[in-house]
């Protein structure tokens, strides 16, 4: 967070606050943006869709910057199967979580996937180079968000706040400031869940 604080102190953050405060993924085609904070899926599919409006041979893709002697840190998501108990047909279930771990290690389908993506969303070779080390980084070094799987309330106040949370530097709120405004009341709602946890034990 102090990287992003410094990052908007020196006027280099987007001013998000004079669009209420909504991310302008537009502005990358215009050439205001050098940088975005953005999942590949918004680059998917047919490029005249993409709310970036940049042309494909120009788009770009590097890991999330990590401070110095940190560790590469990428977010990641974290898929997965439900099963319901009394389920007609577990097999089925087991079957295509299997389909998913060999669309994702046997060589052949994944060459399938990079021409895919070459094809539909008009990705470089370079592209499709630097997202698979980026997801390997991701594998690597993971940072989940719990923050959403916890309560809506704390997903708010966590991520989704405009001048507090995970964005606050970006828009010119200290770590510092920013923690000591988001503190108790995070404290308060995380002993909540964390009570009904306790009582479901």
């Known amino acids: 967070m102090n990287y992003q604080y410094d990052l908007y102190c020196n006027g280099l953050a987007f001013p998000i606050d004079q669009f209420n405060w909504q991310i302008q993924t537009q502005k990358m085609g215009e050439g205001n943006e050098l940088f975005l904070l953005y999942g590949t899926w918004g680059v998917q599919g047919d490029p005249s869709t993409w709310a970036s409006a940049i042309e494909p041979e120009n788009l770009g893709i590097v890991p999330v910057p990590s ?4 560790d590469p840190y990428q977010s990641a ?13 577990p097999e089925g279930v087991a079957a295509l979580a299997e389909c998913a771990v060999v669309a994702n290690t046997d060589e052949g389908l994944i ?8 094809d539909d ?10 997202k698979k080390e980026i997801d390997a980084l991701a594998r690597e070094y993971p940072v989940y968000d719990l923050a959403s799987g916890c309560s809506t309330e704390i997903a708010s106040i966590a991520t989704d706040g405009s001048e507090m949370g995970m964005r606050a530097a970006f828009h010119g709120v200290s770590w510092a400031t920013n923690r000591d405004s ?4 995070l ?15």
């Open 182 to 185: 988001i503190a108790d009341t």
């Open 121 to 130: 969303n008009e990705w470089t070779d370079e592209f499709i180079e630097r």
């Open 187 to 201: 404290i308060m709602l995380v002993d909540e869940v964390d009570q009904k946890l306790k009582s479901i034990e």
């Open 77 to 89: 998501a974290i898929s997965g199967y439900v099963l319901c108990k009394g389920a007609s047909n």
């Open 67 to 70: 401070p110095a002697d940190s």
């Open 111 to 118: 060459a399938i996937s990079d021409r895919k993506s070459k």
